[in-house]
């Protein structure tokens, strides 16, 4: 297949890369010319919100598929749809666990919990300012679902990924977290009630979206490996690994550590499941992803 992949030079989108490669697919990869072409494939150079640039650079290509590692916002969403709509048969779009920000269920959610198609679009926020963006990232990608789903009928699907770990090369800085504190016996701050969630390692979420992307389904699947992980399981198997002591701090409002949740949003993956795709557990590879993540600082 031809495929086409705007962003994600960095963390799961290269290793998604590789896989399409290895797999021998054609890929052309399309971002603004920061990062290092990618061996194999084809580098095309724009800003996707430039709608004018894109078109100009796209020139008379078609895809059999766009995956979309960097559509933040309705207004990306909305360039993308008119951009890409004529030149794909389908589009894959990278969403997140955040578009639930505001459950708090008892049992983990299914996609139907945000349907696209009811949510209300706004592209007169000021989703162009980093700080309004940082702040809104979940409803961002959640208004961006919905322009997908409204209108003519578009054949997309967003894969909503939930928390990714593992990785030498994880720059969220979530595990380092934890390490430097168990490490030097520091407070870590969690909620009074501090609720389970999904996870996936990031050689999986890169598996997924290559099946996703030789699949055919559409709409909105939850992506995450089997089993909920609790705060004091991962710091447990970082402080086994790096020594030191886990020391956690509760409190019952403000800011607490990445991976400490004040409501339960759990995702359900029996969608992707019924569709076909075998998850692992996270007992599986837990360990290995806290040692490629540790070890590498």
């Known amino acids: 297949m031809d495929i086409l992949i705007i962003g994600g030079n960095r963390y799961f989108g290269k290793r998604l890369t590789a896989r399409l490669l290895e797999s021998g697919h054609s890929v052309t990869v399309l971002n603004r010319g920061s990062s290092d072409a990618v061996a194999g494939t084809t580098r095309l150079v724009a800003d996707r919100d430039d709608e004018a640039a894109l078109e100009t650079v796209l020139g008379d290509r078609n895809f059999d598929v766009v995956i979309d590692q960097v559509c933040y916002t309705p207004r990306q969403a909305a360039i993308a749809r008119r951009v890409f709509g004529p030149r794909t048969r389908r589009y894959v779009m990278t969403s997140t666990v955040e578009v639930y920000e505001y459950e708090n269920s008892a049992v983990p959610v299914r996609e139907e919990a945000v349907d696209p198609r009811t949510v209300a679009v706004d592209l007169d926020l000021p989703w162009d300012e980093p700080e309004f963006l940082e702040a ?41 977290h934890y390490a430097r504190r168990i490490r030097a016996g520091e407070p870590i701050a969690v909620p009074v009630v501090n609720h389970p969630a999904t996870y996936v390692y990031v050689e999986e979420i890169a598996r997924f979206l290559a099946w996703a992307v030789e699949s055919e389904f559409t709409g909105p699947v939850n992506a995450h490996s089997h089993g909920l992980l609790t705060t004091r399981e991962i710091c447990a198997e970082i402080e086994r690994q790096v020594g030191g002591r886990t020391v956690f701090q509760e409190v019952e409002v403000g800011e607490v550590s990445p991976f400490s949740f004040f409501r339960s949003y759990g995702m359900d993956n029996a969608r992707a499941v019924a569709l076909g795709y075998t998850f692992t ?9 806290v040692s490629e993540t540790v070890g590498a600082r």
């Open 136 to 176: 809104h990232y979940g409803e961002g990608k959640r208004q961006a679902e919905a322009v997908f789903a409204a209108g003519p009928p578009f054949p997309y699907t967003a894969v909503r990924v939930t928390h990714v770990l593992g990785g030498e090369d994880d720059f969220t800085g979530r595990v380092d």
């Open 281 to 289: 557990r996270t007992a599986d590879w837990l360990a290995r992803a």
